[in-house]
């Protein structure tokens, strides 16, 4: 029986439930893969650190890279983290000297993923990184593999868990976002720093990987960010009345050989399929020829998803089954234009707290047509006592700039109290 000798380098969260569960399932893994995934070595920072793992002598590596030199070491698992320091030097190291990798670290492969690619392909060995996105989801296998017939032309879908959580916890809860930021940080759901999970971040490294692998493209900087710190629970409620529910989305889509890449809290119809994944789950859904749609959804991190991706990973190599990391060599990856959004088309939802007095409606108004963006709704809450009124407008489809535009002019105006609002709807 064939063997492949494993180190396993960190060993917090995911390293050590990795660990147990190669240990726990070697037979059936073998069974199923034709050959013995063989535990060689592990090293995480601190020998010393109580685990809850059982460490056999001889398998800890006091220096790390070292996992890189050793001659009986196939394969290196990498569950450091981060896209500069021990990760990165981990694995640029491992695939320069012929070791194939696994890793679920979105933030190396966003960042050094083109690269790394080519180190892979020309010694021959695999960059696998299932478990970088959408932990349990398995989409990066179903795209180079399952979909492989498909000309994909749109990929998108909820990618981060936390921040679904907090949105749906706000709408079902009716809490502001700090009060259910609390409660996700209580329930493991956030992490101590939750700045990468509110701030869109976290959905931009995943959307990165997701749209190269989709368009056969290289990793592209060019995508439109926001995140979620701005949606509070009056958004929440104004978009359950007009029918809609508010969800973090990422997108990305090709139009005339033109990539858009997109992420930003986004209005949804309360009967779409996406509006009704809540809590930490995430969705991923494909359009492509000849498929039509297709639709993933599951857990989107943790220890249990994330290492159901990466044994999805470490079998493929079991099995021998060396691939081109990003579907297609890298040199024949296309340079596609990534635009912006600017000229993009819209409609969306916008949000105005202003004085309550004659002649601001008209003001507003006028805004609107003069940047030629009409209006498809238009609400007026006032709040006699506070003599303040809340105005909310939906538009017909218009240009991302001109919306841009209006909301610009309007925040200068003297009768704004608040910041305005601009969430795009997603109409499909
Ligand atoms: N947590 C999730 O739900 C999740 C989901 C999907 C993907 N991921 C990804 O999985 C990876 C690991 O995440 P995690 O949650 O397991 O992180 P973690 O709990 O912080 O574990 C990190 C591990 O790396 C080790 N380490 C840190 N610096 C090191 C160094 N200089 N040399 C050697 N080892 C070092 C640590 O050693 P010590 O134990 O000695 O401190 C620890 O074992 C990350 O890329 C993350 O983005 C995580």
Redesign the pocket.
Known sequence: MKKLNIAI?????????LYKYLNDNKEILTKKNNCIPFIKYI?????R?K?NIKIKKNQWLDN?LDATKIKDVDLII?????SE???KK?VFQALQNKKHVV??????IAKYGDQLAIIAEKNRVNLEFE??VC?GVPIIRSLKESLIANKISKIYGIFNGTSNYILSAMDKKNKNLQEVLLVAKKLGYAETNPSADLNGSDVMAKLKILSSLCFNSFLSKNIYVEGIKEIDTTDIRNANKLGYKIKLLGFAELLDNNIYQRVHPTLIKKDSYVAGIDGVLNAVIVDGKPIGQSIIQGE????A??TS?LVSDISSILRGNIKFPFSVPSGERKKFKFNTIDERLFSAYLRFEVIDKPGVLSNITKIFSKNKVSIKRLVQNPNINKKISSIIIITHKSKNKFLNKILKDISKKSFIKKKPKLIRIDDN
């Open positions: 380098i960190g060993l917090g969260n995911i390293g050590s439930y090293s995480a920072r601190n020998r650190k685990r790390y990498e569950l450091i983290g981060g320091g021990p990760a981990l890793t679920a670290n979105k933030a190396l478990a970088s932990g989107g991190a943790g220890p998803a994330t991706a």
